[in-house]
């Protein structure tokens, strides 16, 4: 009797685990389709062509926060698992999130919604390269992780746009339904994936694990808030594009490589806590311009 339990309680932990597994999957691949069917391409393409702008958007994003990370696993005593968790939050960066903290934030959404698109799509060529230099000694295939976001992120990103310039109305019908799955499908695997993992999770509170990711999250955000320049609202746009970074290519990427191990339950975490943080620091971002815009418009004409 005792080993069928134990045999009753594997195969529902296999169900649930595959039910994290699709719904993981169907999360990032909706989240690429409801962005790309809802903005055009122009909208993607015209804020990029602040060419400084870019570039430090660039700089901010794959070289200072990717190093912030290997930093803090350097400083911070952490297991194997942990680190590579910092480590995939710090590296993936582009996340579909990023226009509605921007919206939250009063800040300048069509430069984020061009951001966005930049730096996710160098995301996916951006990991399998850096991934194996940041973690030597961690089995990790480049193509293996190349594979999986090129289908899973690029493709539907690339349909979306498809589809949007060559029929407008299908796009504007299917954004909002790609956007439901999509909500439903990240909580899904919230609920699904903190359930399985719940005993790790309780294990990572008072730990160090919990502060290098709030120093990860809160450094990255300081990073762009600095090289977002004097203009407010693309000051807040690059901070918080700059914070968020991709959970779904982290958990992708930690779902095919490091199952098994707590660097998914740790990345999970990572995802909590970036809403946690990000939602707050935006609606303070929102509040200070709105109260900086009422100053100026009470202000007497010169």
Do not use: C
């Not at 919604?113 to 480049?142: D, H, Q, R, S, Y």
């Amino acid at each position: 009797p005792e080993a069928e339990a134990q045999e009753a309680r594997m195969t529902l932990n296999d169900f649930f685990s595959a039910i994290a597994g699709i719904s993981g999957l169907l999360f990032v691949v909706t989240s690429m389709l409801a962005m790309s069917l809802s903005l055009s391409a122009q909208q993607m393409t015209i804020p990029l062509k602040n060419v400084r702008l870019v570039l430090l958007a660039l700089l901010a994003n794959f070289v200072l926060v990717p190093l912030l990370a290997f930093a803090i696993t350097k400083v911070i005593p952490l297991d194997e698992s942990l680190q590579i968790g910092v480590i995939l939050l710090g590296t993936a960066a582009g996340a579909p999130f990023i226009p509605k903290l921007v919206q939250g934030a009063k800040g300048n959404v069509a430069y984020a919604v061009g951001l966005m698109f930049l730096i996710m799509v160098v995301t996916i060529f951006f990991l399998p390269i850096v991934l194996p230099l940041l973690l030597p000694g961690v089995e990790v295939n480049p193509w293996d992780i190349a594979k999986s976001l090129i289908v899973t992120m690029l493709i539907p990103l690339l349909i979306g746009m498809l589809i949007k310039s060559h029929s407008p109305d299908v796009a504007d019908h299917w954004a909002p339904v790609m956007n439901k799955i999509s909500s439903l499908s990240v909580l899904i695997l919230l609920v699904v994936g903190l359930g399985l993992n719940i005993s790790n999770i309780l294990s990572f509170i008072g730990t160090l694990g919990i502060g290098a990711m709030v120093l990860l999250i809160l450094g990255s955000l300081l990073i762009g808030l600095l090289f977002g320049g004097r203009d407010p609202g693309v000051r807040s746009a690059m901070g918080l594009s700059t914070a968020n970074r991709n959970g779904a290519a982290a958990l992708l990427v930690a779902t095919q490589n490091f199952s098994g191990t707590n660097t998914l339950p740790f990345v999970l975490i990572g995802v909590v806590l970036l809403l946690l943080i990000l939602l707050p620091i935006a609606k303070l971002l929102g509040a200070r311009s709105e109260a900086v815009a009422a100053d100026t418009a009470d202000a007497p004409a010169a």
